[in-house]
């Protein structure tokens, strides 16, 4: 499966974006979905994936209650809402897919097929 994130941009400070991960060669609803960001100067974030182990939603500290993940089976596409952006949000941010995701601290595991990224930019 290939991914291609989109929907950044330069947004204000509390402002709002939706990124989206459009998936090709492969049905997006097989596999679990995370998303990563890396700011510059910085090592890459796990932001957000699905826990393999029960389901639930992982959210880094950062980002917890202001951003959430979704997806459409149907448009093939998986979606990440950020809401009330601050300029520490500024980053590039991309998609993944793998069979499982795995938290290990802030790092995410299994999401094997990485898309290229789209740069958010958060700055009044």
């Known amino acids: 499966v290939q991914l291609q994130a989109s929907g950044g941009g330069l947004v204000q400070p509390g402002g709002s974006l939706r990124l989206s991960c459009a998936a090709s060669?492969?049905?997006?609803?097989?596999?679990?979905i995370g998303w990563f960001r890396q700011a510059p100067g910085k090592e890459r974030e796990g932001v957000s994936c699905?826990?393999?182990?029960?389901?639930?939603?992982?959210?880094?500290?950062?980002?917890k209650g202001r951003f959430a993940m979704s997806r459409d089976n149907a448009k093939n596409t998986a979606y990440l809402q950020m809401n009330s952006l601050v300029p520490e949000d500024t980053a590039v941010y991309s998609c993944a897919a793998g069979y499982y995701c795995?938290?290990?601290?802030?790092?995410?595991?299994?999401?094997?097929?990485r898309g290229k990224g789209t740069l958010v930019t958060v700055s009044s």
């Open positions: 699905t826990r393999a182990s029960d389901g639930s939603t992982y959210y880094a500290d950062s980002v």
């Open positions: 795995t938290v290990v601290g802030t790092s995410l595991y299994g999401l094997d097929y």
């Open positions: 060669g492969g049905n997006l609803d097989h596999y679990i």
